[in-house]
């Protein structure tokens, strides 16, 4: 039992059996030639035996794991590709449909951020849909990629007869920059990105700086995820296709050694496998970043420069959004200490005036869904923003008073070194207040997530993407001029996934990946156009 006490259903395996999913085989391993003059001891041919899937989910939510099924077996088939292995032993695969339901599981403690869990034990695996296919596919992938990994050092090591488990020796950038590179088929643009930023713009002061390619860094998403699957990138394209592969495949000379044949450090294994020593191959790494950064930087034609800071935040800010006129804008930010989100508004041209609107882990707003994107959205007078409410979402919209006025004041200022006078000094006056906040109870509506809250140009309608309780995304509208029990209207009611939504004069405009070669578009709709 899990989440709501409801009992986990398996999906009828194509055997016709009802114990698990669909079950996966493939041939032996097939190991490619030796490399940089070391030759392979371990791993021959992992014989005949297979494992497979067994797929758990809710039955209520057979719909979800129906669609979620062809999306396992897909990424099931690319990595025995591309570990060219099969894992030998069934694992649980454990589905839900949204992930409000995923953290409130037993079968994992987890907390809000984690996408996705694995373990090292039992290998069971346990992941959200979240209503997002393309999502769900890398979270999926990713998680596989963990599995194939496990199994198959745990294989070559138990053919090797080896003492321990050598899946201690490998780092934790390598574990998840391994699975990152597979679940993003290499270095995405989002990826390079962030570690080209890291090295053409850092800030020693705040920890944030290249650091050397056997370093572990600090243990943050950027270093062990992003740059992890940069490192992983480096290898494959420096080395050769299929070095991390044959990095697991050596797994058992990282434990267990003896006086003939010692126990080898990940970097030594590295060294041999390559024939450049640790030095060495941080050097390269260096360059082909290097190679890679500046030829992006030198091309860009705008500069930090010419672009104003904000200054000083209270905070780090994790997203953001202005009014239409940008003289207000809502912040959301994360207490670095104590993990508390808070949601405030301020004036750009004041940053020092900020209004602290919500603070999670408060009852009716027990999360701010830090690593959500954007979720809230503003006008001139009013803040419409999602929080977690008893499990689901609820959609609050708090009213606010923002004025500011020019003032001027007499100062004194040096006419020369030895002459003063009186002059004017402009300044600004701002005034930032709120006001009533209102809870529209979508969640009692069958809406169990909300995500970017958009309002109309009239400031009476709130536009928003709604998971519902079958795990589907649809757009949503609701008519805030007939208060808190406001009747919601959905606008889309499709198998696709919808992302983001803004609204204009032409109307609303969302992305959606409802297009023939499944990519996200943007779509428009008109609420007010008969169907």
Known sequence: TAGDGGMLAGVTGADGGTDGG????????MLGSSDAGFKYTYAKDLGAKTGGVRFYFYEREREVAERAAPIIEEAYRYLVDQFKYVPTETFPY????????????????VSEGTLGVTSTEDLKLSLPYLGDHHLFEEVSTHELAHQFTI???????????????????????????????YAKRGLDPEAEMMVRDLLVNPD???????????????YGYLWIYKVGQARVAFLEDEYGAGITQRLLEEAPRLVGGSRDS??????????????????RISARFENWLKRRAFKTYLDSSQTAPALDSLGETPGIVTAMASGPDGNVLALRTIVPETGESRL??????????????AGDGVPGVES?????????????????????????????VQDYVHRSEKRTTDVLVRRSAVRTGIGMEVGLNVTLETGDRRAYRVDKQGVLAIYSPAFSPDGRYVAFIGINDAGLRDLYLVDLTQGEDAKIRKLTDDVFAERQVTWGPSGIIYTSDATSHRKYNLFRIKPDAPV
Do not use: C
């Open 151 to 181: 199994q198959k050092v745990r294989t070559v090591a138990e053919q090797a007869k080896t003492f321990g488990d050598p899946l201690g020796g490998y780092p934790l950038w390598f574990i998840e920059g391994l699975a990152e590179f």
């Open 262 to 279: 010692p126990s080898l450090k990940f970097e030594e294994l590295l060294e041999r496998l390559t024939g450049d020593d640790p030095k």
């Open 368 to 396: 701010l869904h830090p690593v959500s994107g954007r979720n809230f959205a503003l006008t001139q007078d009013k803040l419409a923003f999602v929080a977690e409410r008893t499990g689901r979402d609820v959609l609050y």
């Open 94 to 109: 454990i589905l839900y449909s949204s992930y409000a339901e995923f953290l409130q599981t037993n079968v994992f403690a």
């Open 204 to 218: 020693l002061m705040k920890g944030y700086a290249f650091l050397d390619f056997f370093s572990p860094g600090p």
């Open 22 to 29: 669909a079950v996966f085989s493939g041939a032996p391993l």
């Open 344 to 357: 405030y508004l301020t004036d750009p041209r004041t940053p020092g005036k900020t209004v602290k609107v």
